[in-house]
């Protein structure tokens, strides 16, 4: 792709001459202009963002939709939420899993039984456990998950402020002053 028009890749007629005289400079660009590195970087990062975003829209299929756009709004946000059992680190409604697909149609099935929403959550809890949850409940047995990052950030400025104690400046006493300045005289 070129930035100039057309009309300045063609060559010159012999009527025209070659641009010489008319107070106009400039220079014709080859036809072979080669496009930058780094704009052919960006159009395939942009390339490949694109084609990541779509991937979550194409793991549910038409068939699982639900008519009622309320309850199928529902089922969304529910399933967002729930961990695929197969790929660990995706939502259900990432997944293309077929225990992922069985997970979001089950909830549809919840949903259209006139469940709640919380209802539906922990009736899949009730059978696959806490792991299922992308956002794990703040219980007991879930405490370490909690507050585990806390006490690590805690133990590091601990850490640091030791260290920064340890190695903390030193004054030089008289007679090391004196043994430094005799070097340096050398």
């Given at each position: 792709?070129?930035?100039?028009?057309?009309?300045?890749?063609?060559?010159?007629?012999?009527?025209?001459?070659?641009?010489e005289g008319h107070g106009v400079a400039f220079s014709r660009p080859s036809r072979r202009e080669k496009v930058p590195a780094g704009r052919m970087r960006g159009l395939g990062l942009a390339i490949a963002i694109l084609a990541?975003?779509?991937?979550?829209?194409?793991?549910?299929?038409?068939?699982?939709?639900?008519?009622?756009?309320?309850?199928?709004?529902?089922?969304?946000?529910?399933?967002?939420?729930?961990?695929?059992?197969?790929?660990q680190n995706q939502s259900i409604d990432d997944s293309d899993a077929t225990v992922a697909k069985d997970l979001r149609i089950l909830i549809r099935e919840q949903l259209q039984a006139n469940k709640s929403d919380d209802e539906v959550v922990d009736f899949v809890v009730a059978r696959y456990g806490d792991f299922v949850l992308l956002k794990p409940r703040f219980k007991p047995s879930t405490l370490i998950l909690w507050l585990s990052p806390f006490a690590i950030l805690l133990a590091g400025i601990g850490f640091a402020f030791r260290?920064?104690?340890?190695?903390?400046?030193?004054?030089?006493?008289?007679?090391?002053?004196a043994e430094v300045a005799a070097i340096l005289r050398k």
């Open positions: 792709m070129s930035c100039f028009p057309s009309s300045a890749l063609r060559a010159p007629s012999p009527d025209e001459g070659s641009g990541f975003l779509s991937l979550p829209a194409l793991a549910v299929t038409p068939d699982e939709i639900l008519k009622d756009p309320v309850l199928e709004t529902r089922a969304r946000s529910i399933s967002a939420g729930l961990r695929c059992l197969v790929c260290r920064r104690a340890v190695t903390g400046e030193t004054k030089l006493s008289a007679s090391e002053e």
